[in-house]
């Protein structure tokens, strides 16, 4: 046999095993393309807007960040009062931007019928106290467990703050670190309203 002839019979196999690695490659992407477009259209639960009812949510708080000595609350026992609802992250660097304007903000409006409520996104509970402690935060802070409630509101990341009305209706979206000034014009705004 020449050599031509043992060269053509190495490179048949060479070619069909590239050809079958090609054929396997590609229905491993379009598989994990067919999943990720499942994924998307069953998450195609629409985003509360404003105007809209608040999803209802269930806290355990962290201990020491309760809610008037309550270690766990929902919506439903904060209606009659404007909660002001904040994601947020340890990992997050845009949240360090607000968490001092947040707190502030509840110094201010504690005893006016406002709560405030942050909800740690996909944190673990060390490093959100950590973090809390940092910053000297004292309103009340749950974990966000199974990402239950980030889901419900269909978050987009964090920071964002959702400032829900007396009435349970979403009032304010903030996709964002969000400022005292827009916190000072929604809550004076519903606050108002309310009087």
Not at 1 to 8: P, Q, R
Not at 72 to 93: E, H, P, R, T, Y
Not at 141 to 161: K, W
Request: charged residues 20%; negative net charge.
């Amino acid at each position: 046999m020449s050599d031509i002839a043992n060269v053509n019979m190495v490179e048949q196999p060479q070619k069909s095993r590239r050809s079958l690695l090609s054929i396997v490659v590609w229905i491993v992407v379009l598989g994990l393309l067919a999943l990720l477009g499942w994924g998307l259209v069953q998450s195609t639960a629409p985003r509360p807007e404003i105007g809209e009812m608040a999803p209802e949510f269930n806290l355990e708080f962290f201990d020491g960040y309760d809610w008037d000595g309550k270690t766990a609350a929902s919506l439903d026992d904060m209606k009659g009062q404007i909660v002001v609802m904040n994601f947020w992250a340890s990992w997050c660097v845009e949240c360090r931007v607000e968490t001092d304007e947040l707190e502030a903000a509840w110094q201010k409006y504690a005893d006016q019928g406002v709560v405030f409520v942050g909800v740690a996104y996909a944190d673990v509970e060390p490093n959100s106290i950590e973090y809390m402690e940092e910053f000297d935060v004292s309103f009340p802070h749950a974990p966000d467990l199974g990402t239950r409630i980030s889901n419900a509101y269909e978050i987009t990341g964090v920071p964002e703050t959702f400032i829900i009305d007396q009435n349970g209706e979403i009032a304010h979206v903030q996709i964002g670190p969000i400022s005292s000034s827009t916190l000072d014009s929604v809550i004076d705004r519903l606050l108002a309203k309310e009087g």
